[in-house]
């Protein structure tokens, strides 16, 4: 997370003097309202995305966890990842959260990657801009051609990589604790 941040800030400065040499230091007060317009449109949707997936960790049982999105699932896990995946609006600031709680919780590295695929590639808040912009046709083309890559994604990782489902819970634990890069 450290790491992260100090290479956010360095891109800011980077940024910064570019724009103070282009436009003068009137730019930086620009950049500074900007981005706090945008820190206060998307507050209130951040608060909400991280108390949902702080929620899901204390309400939702692990039993439950596991029976529908862990090992014991299985394919239903994977497709039940997919659907909520295609259901959960927002950007990557309301869903990653979300994938984190599900692996903190007891799903599987496959169901959670097949959540985050299906968000990205089947929302179905999109659909109507999509369909309202590209067309019916491309719309249905692009969703068809689609409709696998999730489910294929969440097999593959739970094949290759389901032995570290363990091992990804404590790095994920580590980062919320310290603020660390695990």
């Not at 259901?87 to 600031?93: A, D, E, N, S």
């Amino acid at each position: 997370m450290k790491t992260t941040i100090f290479i956010m800030t360095a891109i800011t400065i980077l940024l910064a003097a570019i724009g103070i040499y282009q436009h003068g230091t009137g730019i930086i007060l620009q950049g500074l309202m900007a981005g706090g317009e945008m820190l206060i449109e998307v507050m209130p949707l951040l608060a909400a995305a991280f108390i949902l997936a702080g929620m899901i960790q204390v309400v939702v049982s692990k039993e439950m966890i596991n029976k529908w999105l862990g090992k014991e699932a299985g394919v239903k896990g994977i497709i039940l990842g997919g659907i909520a995946g295609a259901l959960i609006p927002g950007g990557p600031y309301i869903f990653y959260p979300i994938a984190a709680s599900f692996l903190l919780s007891g799903a599987e590295i496959g169901t959670v990657l097949t959540f985050v695929v299906a968000k990205n590639v089947w929302s179905l808040s999109r659909l109507p801009m999509e369909f309202a912009l590209l067309g019916l046709e491309v719309t249905y083309v692009r969703f068809i051609v689609t409709l696998i890559f999730p489910v294929i994604v969440g097999l593959v990782a739970n094949a290759f990589f389901g032995g570290y489902a363990d091992k990804v819970r404590e790095q994920i634990k580590k980062i919320q604790k310290t603020g660390e890069k695990a």
